[in-house]
């Protein structure tokens, strides 16, 4: 429960008390009940975060300019200076400020920064060699269980990124990209030390589920996850260039990121605590479009879909997963899912490769599936007064649109009256429904 | 929760521990190679990146320092690190031979291994491709450029050194030496002269 939601129901109890509505002793069980999930404040450990981290990398930008004025002696001194300041900060408000979530966050982050500056000038003043992976890899091991002893989100939330980073760098095929050497963490190893942010995690969904700094979590977890699987499903593919084979992979990986955000990983209703339903979506939603052109169609439909034992093997568990996850979740919906659209993307995709010794065939069937789950969308807003949904739906048919508009060999003033037509007709649907979910409530 | 407590308060302390352990442990060994290290100069062509954590430096290509005959008659070619022996000759300092298995006496560098190649000839000695375990020289951020750009020019045509204090199988870059002279001084006095 937010903040003020908990505040609004302080507010109201006594009324429903005289009222007669739950007696005395319910009203002081309800708000015992929800003060544990009430959210803390965000704004102070917002800013107080953003405080240290704008310290911190000051600090780091600061010693990077690499100041040959200072002698051997002065850098050292000051890479200890530096780490134990951050420690003894960490100490103090540890043992004397330990309920100020604010200070207790932000120094977390501070003594995680001071740890890879602390490492940076170590490195710049003996002209340490290796990569940029092995000099992550130290900071990721050196900074593990800052985020417990304090405890602290934020040096969780900068422990997840940096994880992903080495993770990424260390997949072979990524080498190119980050670095030309391998860390010196092996991939067992990394996965360990996923268990460490992984089990802060749990405990924090555990005990303060509805925090913000939980919800900074679980934002991080999506985008890394996201990361972590997209480049997965792309190592799965590229040896062979397989297009249309990623494209099935990532259609399954997004609709299964968008139901465990929708049944799991939520925290709360509105969209932004909701990242993983909100990727998931994102993602079917621009795959699926990406397959309405005949021009997207001509060039994927050229590529074979020729499946490797070890892509058969990533799409097969895919694959499961994605049914279990849709049974478990029409179950729990007891009614077909409103974003259709986006629970179906993967079965999209896959008649879509399917047709592809007809090409018109299948381009016909992703855009009257695109269509028909739009219209879906449009119909469930209007049944459930719901307007974001009728706008959804209505951008999902306005894109098919354009991208067909955009394909064919219109000049501008006929691509820009489209524009201005939609956008018309966007206005006045939306004024309309506007009006009539007002006199429906 | 008092136990509990206890505990994360041990944890704290053995993770400052490890933390100020670990930079004073590096500290303290690159201080030791630097003041009884033994000293070797090899010839290098700088190049000027850039790394977001530790600033700007000038990447190190050291000539003649990426392959050696091995010292060893059987190549260990499942090995990833070996010794590079070091000496210093009239015409230079040079890497004479790589070993595999870490000698017991005379100066050595530990190096990455590459790849070996076996001689046909019983009279040649195998080769080892390595690579040296340091490549970056950092400078300060507006010099670091500069200094790529001095030594790229095609009118200067100088030798640039590194310097090496190399001990126990490790060694640091001390600096990068222009005509015998320290690369920061020799810029210094090149900009002097050009801007008179």
């Not at chain 1, 996965?191 to 919800?215: C, D, I, P, Q, V």
């Not at chain 1, 979506?281 to 795959?287: D, M, P, Q, W």
């Not at chain 1, 050229?302 to 070890?310: A, G, I, S, V």
């Not at chain 2, 442990?25 to 033994?38: D, F, M, N, P, T």
Request: aromatic share 14%; glycine share 8%; proline share 3%.
């Amino acid at each position: 429960m937010s903040k003020e939601t908990y505040r609004w129901l302080e507010r109201e109890l006594p009324s429903w008390v005289k009222e007669g509505l739950v007696s005395e002793g319910s009203a002081q069980a309800l708000l015992q009940r929800y003060a544990g999930e009430k959210a803390s404040s965000s704004s102070g450990t917002a800013v107080s975060l953003l405080g240290f981290v704008f310290v911190g990398l000051g600090i780091i930008s600061i010693l990077a300019y690499n100041w040959d004025e200072l002698g051997h002696l002065e850098r050292t001194l000051l890479a200890v200076l530096l780490l134990a300041g951050a420690q003894v900060l960490a100490f103090w408000v540890k043992r004397y400020r330990a309920s100020d979530a604010a200070l207790r966050e932000g120094s977390g982050v501070f003594w995680f920064l001071m740890t890879g500056a602390s490492l940076a000038i170590i490195g710049q003043t003996y002209h340490l060699g290796g990569s940029m992976l092995d000099f992550l890899s130290v900071w990721l091991v050196l900074s593990l269980g800052i985020a417990w002893v304090l405890p602290s989100s934020g040096a969780a939330f900068f422990q997840i990124i940096l994880w992903t980073f080495v993770w990424l760098g260390s997949r072979d095929e990524m080498r190119g990209v980050f670095s030309s050497e391998h860390s010196f963490l092996s991939p067992w190893m990394l996965a360990l030390l996923a268990l460490s942010w992984l089990g802060f995690y749990a405990l924090r969904y555990r005990k303060e589920r509805n925090a913000h700094a939980t919800l900074l979590l679980g934002w991080a977890l999506a985008v890394c996850v996201l990361a972590v699987g997209a480049v997965e499903i792309l190592m799965a593919t590229y040896p062979e260039q397989n297009v249309r084979m990623l494209s099935i992979l990532f259609a399954l990986f997004f609709a299964i990121y968008y139901l465990t955000g929708k049944m799991y990983f939520f925290w709360g209703e509105k969209s932004w605590q909701r990242p993983f339903e909100r990727l998931g979506k994102l993602g079917a939603l621009v795959l699926v479009l990406a397959h309405v052109s005949f021009n997207a169609g001509t060039w994927l439909l050229r590529f074979d879909l020729e499946p490797t034992r070890y892509n058969s093997f990533v799409g097969l568990s895919l694959m499961l997963l994605f049914g279990v996850l849709l049974i478990l979740f029409i179950r729990k919906e007891q009614k077909l899912p409103s974003e259709m659209l986006v629970c179906a993307a993967p079965i999209i995709v896959l008649g879509y490769n399917l047709l592809h010794t007809m090409p018109y065939s299948a381009m016909l069937f992703v855009n009257a599936s695109v269509i028909l789950g739009a219209g879906w969308m449009i119909y469930c807003g209007i049944k459930e007064a719901t307007l974001g949904l009728v706008n959804q739906g209505m951008i999902v048919i306005a894109l098919v649109i354009w991208i067909h508009f955009f394909n064919a060999n219109f000049d501008l003033v006929a691509k820009g009256m489209a524009f201005i037509v939609t956008g018309i007709l966007f206005l006045s649907l939306n004024a309309f429904l506007k009006r009539r979910f007002r006199g429906v409530a | 929760m008092k136990r509990m407590q206890r505990l994360l308060g041990i944890l704290f302390g053995f993770i400052c521990a490890v933390q100020l352990g670990v930079i004073g442990w590096s500290i303290w060994s690159y201080e030791r190679i630097l003041q009884k290290g033994e000293v070797y100069f090899f010839n290098v062509l700088p190049l000027d990146p850039y790394d977001a954590f530790r600033g700007r430096y000038v990447t190190l290509r050291f000539a003649n320092a990426n392959k050696a005959p091995a010292g060893d008659t059987t190549l260990q070619e499942h090995l990833s690190k070996a010794y590079a022996m070091l000496e210093h000759t009239q015409e230079g300092d040079r890497i004479k031979e790589v070993r595999f298995s870490r000698p017991v006496s005379g100066n050595f560098l530990e190096v990455n291994v590459n790849s070996t190649m076996a001689t046909q000839k019983a009279d040649t000695a195998n080769t080892v491709y390595f690579s040296l375990p340091f490549d970056r020289f950092y400078l300060r951020e507006d010099r670091a450029p500069k200094a790529e750009r001095i030594l790229r020019m095609r009118d200067v045509n100088v030798n640039v050194k590194a310097s090496l204090r190399v001990l126990n199988g490790k060694a640091v870059i001390e600096n990068l030496w222009i005509e015998g002279e320290p690369l920061v001084e020799w810029m210094r006095r090149h900009e002097e002269a050009r801007s008179r």
